[in-house]
């Protein structure tokens, strides 16, 4: 059974930074595209980072050189460095493959930037 746990959430200042990170269990992670995804109050969840097997990685345009993918294949990790975090970046913050299976969400993190 695939599970992912997000984990790295918290209450942040505008400016400042956090590291998420997604545990893989299960078989799915090394040879997929992984993603993060968030979803804030009111609107619908919304892609913001990818990565392949590879370490190729893309970005939304919305936080395009503040975020930074990574992953370690070896641990079935995946992390979403964040700096210079907006309230605008305020969210559940989710890992799952790209695309998306709806089976393996998660409970997700909770990402708050006060201003």
């Known amino acids: 059974q695939v599970q992912l746990v997000e984990s790295g959430g918290g209450l942040v200042q505008t400016g400042g930074s956090l590291r998420l990170s997604c545990a893989a269990s299960?078989?799915?992670?090394?040879?997929?595209?992984m993603g993060w995804y968030r979803q804030a109050p009111g609107k619908q969840r919304e892609s913001v980072a990818v990565?392949?097997?590879?370490?190729?990685?893309n970005y939304a345009d919305s936080v395009k050189g503040r975020f930074t993918i990574s992953r370690d294949n070896a641990k079935n990790t995946v992390f979403l460095q964040m700096n210079s975090l907006k309230p605008e970046d305020t969210a559940v913050y989710y890992c799952n493959l790209v695309p998306f299976n709806t089976a393996y969400w998660g409970q997700g993190t909770q990402v708050t930037v006060s201003s």
């Open positions: 990565i392949t097997s590879g370490g190729a990685d």
């Open positions: 299960g078989s799915i992670f090394s040879l997929n595209i």
